[in-house]
């Protein structure tokens, strides 16, 4: 689910979310296609009965920040339905992404059989450069990323997205 936003790269190697958010000029897309992210507090607490919510102030920080500068931040979340616990107090949470300048849209997976989505999901900057991350079966983020700058591989993760995209619910309109 969410990056960190706060970690920062040091010399050569991976850069941190935020570098590569700062130096986005039009747009920002995140497509999610999994059930349960770990490790995740807010849903955690949810669970054993809390509010769910956490500071996500720096996201919010980095979401703001983006779009004043005219970034679109468009995120898509393909889900199964029922949907899980998790996917339900993510779906409560996500108030703070729309206030924050995020566009959320959700697609039930059966909607989204006939797609062809990546194994994986990304997030895009300026349909030019794709960052791809991996989790492990739990759910676990792994810190492994893959960046992809071909063109002709950002053309079809540009058009799986719209596809997902066209296809989605408004978060205000998709009811669990």
Do not use: C
Not at 35 to 43: A, E, H
Not at 60 to 74: D, H, I, N, Q
């Amino acid at each position: 689910m969410p990056d960190q936003p706060g970690r920062r790269r040091r010399g050569h190697g991976v850069p941190a979310f935020a570098e590569l958010l700062a130096n986005t000029r039009r747009s920002a897309v995140h497509l999610e296609m999994r059930d349960f992210y770990r490790p995740s507090p807010g849903f955690d607490d949810w669970k054993a009965g809390g509010s769910g919510r956490t500071d996500r102030s720096k996201w919010v920080s980095l979401v703001e920040e983006a779009v004043a500068r005219g970034v679109r931040m468009r995120r898509a979340r393909v889900v199964s339905e029922p949907v899980s616990d998790y996917v339900r107090w993510l779906h409560m949470v996500t108030d703070v992404n729309i206030k924050a300048g995020e566009e959320v849209r959700w697609l039930p997976r059966r909607q989204a059989w006939d797609l062809m989505l990546p194994g994986a999901d990304f997030w895009m900057f300026d349909q030019r450069l794709v960052r791809f991350h991996f989790d492990a079966g739990d759910g676990t983020m792994l810190e492994e990323y893959e960046f992809v700058s071909d063109p002709r591989r950002v053309a079809q993760v540009v058009a799986a997205f719209e596809m997902v995209w066209e296809r989605a619910v408004p978060h205000e309109e998709y009811r669990l």
